[in-house]
């Protein structure tokens, strides 16, 4: 079992910048792919980026891709998100997810087994 736990959200202004953090508890998040997803009011939930397990295989959605970046410290059972050049389209829940690892980042929320509890992030213009 994993126990994921996300921080780092809140309020940003346009053009600025967060990171969030997901720390998991339970068996080591060394052993998982993980993947930032958000939900926007009204919208279905979105892949927004996924690491493997070893750190190496990265994907990003295209909404964000350039402005955000995802890093894993197996170290720390954490992974980030480094969230740059925001936009007020960036609003959301934001929620990390792990999944036993695959070869390559899957896009598909079904697919992995193990989600926080989602943390808000809102940008005003």
Request: net charge positive; hydrophobic share 35%.
């Amino acid at each position: 079992q994993v126990h994921l736990v996300e921080s780092g959200g809140g309020l940003a202004q346009a053009g600025g910048s967060l990171r969030l953090s997901c720390a998991a508890s339970g068996r080591t998040s060394g052993w998982y792919d993980v993947a930032w997803f958000r939900q926007a009011p009204g919208k279905e939930r979105e892949f927004v980026a996924g690491v493997t397990r070893s750190g190496i295989g990265i994907v990003y959605g295209e909404t964000v891709k350039g402005r955000f970046t995802i890093s894993r410290d197996n170290a720390k059972n954490t992974v980030y998100l480094q969230m740059n050049s925001l936009e007020v389209a960036d609003t959301a829940v934001y929620y990390c997810a792990a999944r036993q690892g695959g070869t390559v980042v899957s896009r598909a929320q079904y697919e992995y087994n193990y989600w926080g509890q989602g943390i808000q992030v809102t940008v005003s213009s």
